[in-house]
């Protein structure tokens, strides 16, 4: 059995793929298995799998109902003792990050470390991580989430609990972690590492949308009410807070892309300029 299976997700990201595909197979660790799910894509994915074929372990490309589907696909096919789920677009820290990850004799249920967000729009990182101890409860797991991205979930977990509900469009990881962690108080350790870079363009922008609309549903599904009453008045914080985050967020991005668009327009006319001194017009 491999230390761990790494499940990389991908639908239409050519591009974001092979950036994907590239940080695994230079990884210094070797104890692993890597499982591409591609969502029947019709770019050029499928040509980046085959080109690194040789190093993929299994890879198919179907349709699929969504996200969730796909990451199911990958754990059934999975072996390892640990899976991370690592999507298309997304791509681990260093060469060595999984080398230094397990030199720590990890033997937790879930680990979890950081990721460094970025934009294809912006070329600033920044360092996320919404848990930064070990000893988490509900209401840490109310006000966030683990980094999916950069979380290594012992394969059995999912035996015991089950695969991720296919009925969610964005909540079914947290709420999977709510299930194992608080209500059934498996093992839990965070590691002050940043382990992936996540992209937050694409899919991203319509998270607080579905998270939004997904989240009290969910939980009042999971919770008794008389449990569930206490943390309404902060859900509703919480949404209004995420709401206005959002809502900053797509207007900057709107007003990042403009500036760039400006820039390379100004450039460009002023290299027009500059041509047509020098040839004498």
């Not at 595909?21 to 799998?49: H, M, P, W």
């Not at 299930?179 to 498996?186: A, F, P, Q, S, W």
């Not at 694409?202 to 939980?219: D, H, M, Q």
Request: charged share 25%.
């Amino acid at each position: 059995m491999p230390k761990l299976s790494i499940i990389t997700v991908n639908l239409n990201n050519a591009k974001g793929l092979e950036k994907t595909i590239r940080s695994v197979i230079n990884q210094t660790f070797a104890d692993f298995e890597y499982i591409v799910i591609d969502g029947g894509s019709t770019d050029e994915s499928l040509e980046k799998i085959k080109t690194f074929s040789e190093t993929i372990t299994y890879w198919v490309s179907e349709k699929d109902s969504g996200i969730y589907e796909a990451m199911n696909r990958g754990i059934i096919r999975a072996t390892g003792e640990y899976c991370l789920f690592l999507n298309s677009g997304d791509y681990l820290f260093s060469p060595a990050i999984l080398t230094k990850v397990f030199s720590l004799n990890l033997w937790e249920d879930i680990i979890s470390g950081a990721v460094i967000t970025y934009s294809d729009l912006y070329p600033k990182k920044y360092f996320q991580s919404t848990i930064t101890e070990s000893e988490i409860t509900l209401s840490d797991l109310f006000e966030g989430s683990l980094n999916h991205q950069a979380a290594f979930i012992k394969r059995s977990l999912f035996d015991r609990y089950g695969l991720y509900e296919n009925k969610y469009r964005i909540i079914s990881d947290w709420i999977f972690t709510i299930k194992t962690i608080i209500l059934n108080n498996v093992s839990f350790r965070y590691l002050d590492l940043a382990i992936t870079y996540y992209n937050v363009d694409g899919r991203s922008a319509s998270v607080s949308e579905y998270f939004i609309k997904e989240n009290l549903p969910a939980l009042k599904e999971i919770f008794p009410a008389r449990i569930l009453s206490d943390y309404e008045k902060g859900y509703v914080h919480t949404v209004k807070r995420m709401r206005k985050y959002f809502l900053f967020w797509t207007i900057f991005r709107l007003l990042n892309l403009c500036t760039i668009r400006y820039d390379n327009i100004s450039r460009r006319l002023k290299e027009r300029s500059q041509l047509k001194k020098l040839i004498g017009e």
